[in-house]
């Protein structure tokens, strides 16, 4: 007789095949894989055996950070981000939204040092938010999560050809997450990318970006986070670096509005919104998080803890070990 787990392993495999099925000849597993159901994280393992790291990995991403566990490591360098600006297509990709660099550009933006041994070409990045502001970003800090996070991805072009090629291959992917929260400020280069929300709001629908400055869009990049872990995709491979600033970009409430009204489907067929494509955190095992943040230094210049007063607005900064606060940030 059959035990429980093989039979039930059995049924959602016969389950996705009549699902894909369904979809017609030109389905594929990149278009058909969700972040909930039967296609979504739990399975993702499951629906391709090319993506078997998500379900058997043992160094996953995202992961909840824990700030009384982070290691200072004063050999950490300074990341670089080149200034020049790239253009491309976003794209809803019914899973995400996504821009990524024509492949014919003529500038190339490299993104190296900090923790790297070589250096990085930036392909894309990832939009995960959620459907309200308590939940949204993949990587969360003791718990918390942001209302969304712009995961910046690049390839080792110093061993590696293309990310094909990296992604599965050692040290070939560098990752920068980057928090978004809710500001009355906008960004004005993030605004480049946030005026086409509204072109945006079916599976396919995409829009070019013209002379954006990676670079400008981002907050104060010298402190971070580090550590050794996956893409939050399928198929999750263990080749990426990440890099998690410590300072979030803002968005304007009327911006994230337009973005929670993107769908997962097309115009016929909208199905769900396209918000909550958030992988859950995975276990960090063994491995370690590493910071440039010296937080013995900040105490002992801060011993009342008086730039810790947490209020959610300007020049914020993760808390971690015994830099005193009662929340994730200070001003």
Partial sequence: ????????????????ILAVGNLG????????????????PK????????WKLCSIGKRQSPIDIDPDKLLYDPFLR????D??????????????????????????????????????????????????????????????????????????????????EAQMKSQGIVGVSLMVQIGETP???????????????????YRPIKNLSIRQMLPDIKYYMTYEGSTTHPGCWETTVWIVLNKPIYITRSEMHQLRRLSQGSFEHPKAPLGNNSRPTQDLRERTVRTNINF???????????????????????????????SLFHS
């Fill in 43 to 50: 399975y993702w393992g499951v629906l391709n055996p090319l």
């Fill in 1 to 16: 007789m059959m035990s429980a787990k093989p039979f039930k392993m059995l049924v959602i495999n016969i389950t996705l």
């Fill in 25 to 40: 000849v030109h389905a594929s597993w990149d278009e058909w894989w969700t972040y909930d159901g039967i296609s979504g």
């Fill in 296 to 326: 013995a230094q900040r105490s002992e210049a801060d011993p009342q803890g008086k730039t810790c007063k947490v209020n959610m607005h300007k020049n914020m900064y993760y808390k971690a070990n015994d830099w005193t606060s009662d």
């Fill in 78 to 81: 300074n990341l670089h981000i």
């Fill in 187 to 205: 960004n004005p280069e993030f605004r480049i990318v946030t005026n086409e929300f509204g072109k945006l709001l079916y599976k396919g629908s």
């Fill in 83 to 164: 200034v020049d600006k790239v253009s491309g297509i976003i794209e809803n990709t019914g899973q995400s939204l996504v821009f990524r660099v024509d492949k014919d550009s003529k500038y190339v933006l490299n993104i190296t040092d900090g923790p790297l041994t070589y250096r990085y070409q930036f392909q894309e990045f990832y939009i995960h938010y959620g459907t309200d502001n308590n939940l949204g970003s993949e990587h969360k800090i003791q718990g918390y999560s942001f209302p969304a996070e712009i995961q910046l991805y690049g390839y080792n072009t110093d061993l590696y050809s293309n990310m094909s």
